[in-house]
């Protein structure tokens, strides 16, 4: 994964942001930015804010106070179809009112490049047979999405999103009720795609190893609020993480990989 040294793709100044049009706050001013080409978590527990914040980025929810920057340009600026071509999202689930093949699907992320009655030409095709060959989905182009495994329906969902091209990928909880061996099959395929033509890719997440295993940046948040971003090796540690769930927690090298062990009388983040 490379960092474009100097440029950020994401960029939040004093974000706030709450339902009821007044206190108490969702999100109260967040700062934070997150280079170009990095894989970047946001971490923190249920109730923390996160998926609100993503919905800001994506500009499905004006903040009530405060600016993000998307490629150092204000989100409040940019038009429905620039957003679409430059932010993809992948959500935790999704339900579709019509039956599709996982091809079919994947195809729906050329949207943004074609016309109200345009048909997918050659270079639409393309791009999906690449990104599903990308995350070995190929065997499954013609297999009915309501028949795919929680794995394979999350990796088709980042193939979508892929297949959209885009230099900021966000993605809410993409390790959410996924066993043991998917989350390290979506987790090594998001490492795999962070900084391919300088892609950025950011994710939420309530797990700190998945954070561990594979953030270049990490912002954590609590409350709506941020209490530490920067470099995953600086931001995740015991210290921050023990204060973010307000529990002992222990950053510890086992194997050549962080875990996350609960107490703190042992090892140091």
């Given at each position: 994964?490379?960092?474009?040294e100097g440029s950020r793709a994401l960029?939040?100044?004093?974000?706030?942001?709450?339902?009821?049009?007044?206190?108490?706050?969702?999100?109260?001013?967040?700062?934070?930015?997150?280079?170009?080409?990095?894989?970047?978590?946001?971490?923190?527990?249920?109730?923390?804010?996160?998926?609100?914040?993503?919905?800001?980025?994506?500009?499905?929810?004006?903040?009530?106070?405060?600016?993000?920057?998307?490629?150092?340009?204000?989100?409040?600026s940019l038009t429905r179809s620039v957003?679409?071509?430059w932010i993809s999202f992948v959500p935790?689930?999704?339900?579709?009112?019509?039956?599709?093949?996982?091809?079919?699907?994947?195809?729906?992320?050329?949207?943004?490049?074609?016309?109200?009655?345009?048909?997918?030409?050659?270079?639409?095709?393309?791009?999906?047979?690449?990104?599903?060959?990308?995350?070995?989905?190929?065997?499954?182009?013609?297999?009915?999405?309501?028949?795919?495994?929680?794995?394979?329906?999350?990796?088709?969902?980042?193939?979508?999103?892929?297949?959209?091209?885009?230099?900021?990928?966000?993605?809410?909880?993409?390790?959410?009720?996924?066993?043991?061996?998917?989350?390290?099959?979506?987790?090594?395929?998001?490492?795999?795609?962070?900084?391919?033509?300088?892609?950025?890719?950011?994710?939420?997440?309530?797990?700190?190893?998945?954070?561990?295993?594979?953030?270049?940046?990490?912002?954590?948040?609590?409350?709506?609020?941020?209490?530490?971003?920067?470099?995953?090796?600086?931001?995740?540690?015991?210290?921050?993480?023990?204060?973010?769930?307000?529990?002992?927690?222990?950053?510890?090298?086992?194997?050549?990989?962080?875990?996350?062990?609960?107490?703190?009388?042992?090892?140091?983040?």
């Open positions: 994964m490379m960092t474009l960029e939040l100044r004093s974000v706030c942001q709450s339902y009821t049009q007044a206190p108490p706050w969702v999100l109260k001013d967040l700062d934070a930015a997150i280079s170009a080409g990095s894989m970047a978590a946001i971490l923190g527990p249920n109730g923390a804010g996160k998926t609100t914040l993503l919905y800001i980025i994506l500009g499905y929810l004006p903040p009530q106070s405060g600016e993000v920057l998307i490629m150092g340009e204000r989100l409040g957003r679409s071509r935790q689930q999704e339900t579709l009112p019509f039956p599709l093949t996982a091809y079919e699907y994947a195809l729906m992320g050329r949207a943004p490049f074609l016309g109200l009655l345009s048909r997918p030409g050659p270079q639409d095709h393309a791009a999906v047979e690449a990104a599903m060959i990308q995350l070995g989905l190929e065997a499954l182009w013609d297999r009915p999405i309501a028949a795919l495994s929680g794995g394979e329906a999350q990796l088709l969902r980042l193939a979508r999103a892929l297949v959209q091209e885009t230099r900021l990928l966000l993605l809410d909880e993409p390790t959410a009720h996924l066993d043991l061996k998917n989350r390290a099959v979506v987790l090594d395929a998001l490492r795999r795609i962070a900084g391919e033509n300088g892609r950025t890719v950011v994710f939420t997440t309530h797990e700190p190893e998945a954070a561990l295993w594979v953030a270049d940046e990490a912002i954590l948040m609590r409350d709506g609020q941020v209490l530490a971003s920067g470099l995953a090796r600086n931001v995740l540690t015991s210290e921050n993480l023990s204060r973010l769930y307000d529990l002992p927690l222990t950053v510890q090298r086992v194997d050549g990989h962080s875990v996350v062990l609960p107490g703190g009388s042992q090892g140091h983040g």
